[in-house]
C-alpha cells in the first residue's frame, strides 16, 4: 500500500525545519475517537473547541487533544481530565499541569501571557519524566494511525511517559512526535530513538538524529538552529537561541534589464537571514532558502503529488567569516 510517508521516506526527504510552530502547547485529555478536525470532531464539545482556536489564535499557543495509548472506547464518560501547558523557549521552559472534571476550565487562561512563557503559579509544576506526544489521529491520516499508535503502545510498555496527540503537522514524517519540556520535534520515529531523546532530555540535551526542528521558532529558525547544532556539535537543550529572524527581499533590477522587475520579485524564492546565538557569546548568521525543487511527493496520503516546499540552509557566517557555504536541504510545508 503506497502512503504519504513511504513516498516521503523513499525520496530522502529532509525532516529539519517541520515542527509546528508552538512557544506553548495546550493540551487537554479528551478520551474517545478524534476526527480529522479533533477539537471540534470529538467528545469534546465543539462549542469550547471553537472558542478554544479563537482564544489561541496568534498567541503563540498550540492546543491539542491527548489521551493514553490503547483502545478508545466510544463512550462520554471522562469524569476527569489531565491538562498539561508547555512552554518551549530556551532558557524558559517549562510545564505546569492540572486535573479538571470540565475542559470548559481551559477558557479562563490567558492565553497571551501563555504564549510570551507567563504562567503566573498556575497550577502544578510538572515534575516527572519528559513527556512524549506521539501523533496517532488516522482520520487526519491513515500513516499517523497505522505508524504512530504501535509505536506509542511499545513506549508506553517500555515505561515511557507517552501520551497520544491530535496532530503536530508533517504526517508524511510518521510516526511522529515531539518531547517536553523542550519542544523538539522528530520523524520516521523508532523505540530505539525515543527512548534515545527521552534520556537526552533527562539530562537537559536533544538528539539531533531525525529531529524536526524545535517547535518555539518558526521553521527558518528550527532549520537554522540545526544547522549550527550540526556545524558545531552541540547537543544542551539551551545552549542555542534564535533570536532574531529576518526576511530578505530580491535585489532590484538595473535599469538595463530585459527581465521585468515583477517578474524578478514574484519567482524569487522566500529567503531569510537567522540569527542564532550561543549562552557562551558566540552569534551566526544564518541564510535559509525556501525551495520546492525536490521530487514530486503527496504532502498527505491521498493529496495531490507536488514538490514539497523545504528550508535550504545556504550558509552559516560568524563574526569571523564563512564556518560553512554548502547548502543543506531542511523540507518545510
Not at 464539545?45 to 478554544?52: F, Q
Not at 498567541?59 to 478508545?72: D, K, N, Y
Not at 537567522?274 to 541564510?287: E, L, M, Y
Request: proline fraction near 7%; hydrophobic fraction near 40%; glycine fraction near 10%.
Amino acid at each position: 500500500m503506497s502512503t504519504c510517508a513511504t513516498a516521503s521516506r523513499e525520496s530522502a526527504e529532509s525532516l529539519a525545519g517541520t515542527a509546528a510552530p508552538a512557544r506553548t502547547w495546550l493540551l487537554i485529555e479528551q478520551t474517545g475517537p478524534w476526527g480529522a478536525h479533533a477539537l471540534t470532531n470529538s467528545h469534546l464539545d465543539p462549542d469550547v473547541g471553537r472558542a478554544l482556536e479563537a482564544a489561541a489564535e496568534g498567541t503563540g499557543v498550540r492546543v491539542a487533544l491527548i489521551r493514553r495509548p490503547g483502545r478508545h472506547a466510544d463512550c462520554h464518560g471522562t469524569s476527569r481530565r489531565r491538562m498539561f501547558l508547555a512552554h518551549t523557549a530556551p532558557g524558559r521552559s517549562w510545564i505546569r499541569t492540572t486535573t479538571v472534571t470540565d475542559p470548559r476550565a481551559a477558557l479562563d487562561l490567558d492565553f497571551t501571557a501563555l504564549g510570551v512563557g507567563e504562567h503566573r503559579g498556575l497550577w502544578e509544576p510538572y515534575i516527572g519524566e519528559p513527556l512524549v506526544l506521539v501523533c496517532t489521529n488516522g482520520k487526519r491520516d491513515r500513516c499517523c494511525a497505522l505508524l504512530g499508535r504501535p509505536l506509542a503502545a511499545e513506549l508506553a510498555a517500555g515505561g515511557s511517559e507517552v501520551w497520544e496527540v491530535t496532530h503536530i503537522g508533517g504526517h508524511r514524517f510518521s510516526p511522529t512526535l515531539f518531547v517536553l519540556p523542550y519542544g523538539y520535534a522528530y520523524g520516521r520515529a523508532s523505540g530505539p530513538l525515543v527512548k534515545q531523546a527521552v534520556e537526552a532530555a533527562r539530562d537537559g540535551r536533544i538528539t539531533s538524529d531525525h529531529c524536526r526542528g524545535r517547535s518555539a521558532w518558526d521553521r527558518p529558525g528550527q532549520a537554522a538552529d540545526l544547522a549550527v547544532r550540526g556545524l558545531i556539535g552541540e547537543d544542551r537543550a539551551d545552549a542555542l537561541d534564535v533570536v532574531r529572524t529576518d526576511p530578505m527581499w530580491p535585489e532590484p533590477k538595473s535599469a538595463d534589464s530585459r527581465t521585468p522587475s515583477n517578474a524578478t520579485v514574484g519567482g524569487a524564492s522566500p529567503a531569510w537571514v537567522v540569527t542564532v546565538a550561543h549562552s557562551d557569546g558566540r552569534a551566526w548568521q544564518v541564510t535559509v532558502e525556501q525551495r520546492a525543487d525536490g521530487a514530486a511527493a503527496p504532502a498527505s496520503c491521498g493529496a495531490p503529488l507536488g514538490p514539497p516546499a523545504r528550508m535550504t540552509v545556504v550558509s552559516v557566517t560568524a563574526a569571523n567569516g564563512m564556518l560553512h557555504g554548502t547548502p543543506q536541504a531542511a523540507a518545510s510545508r
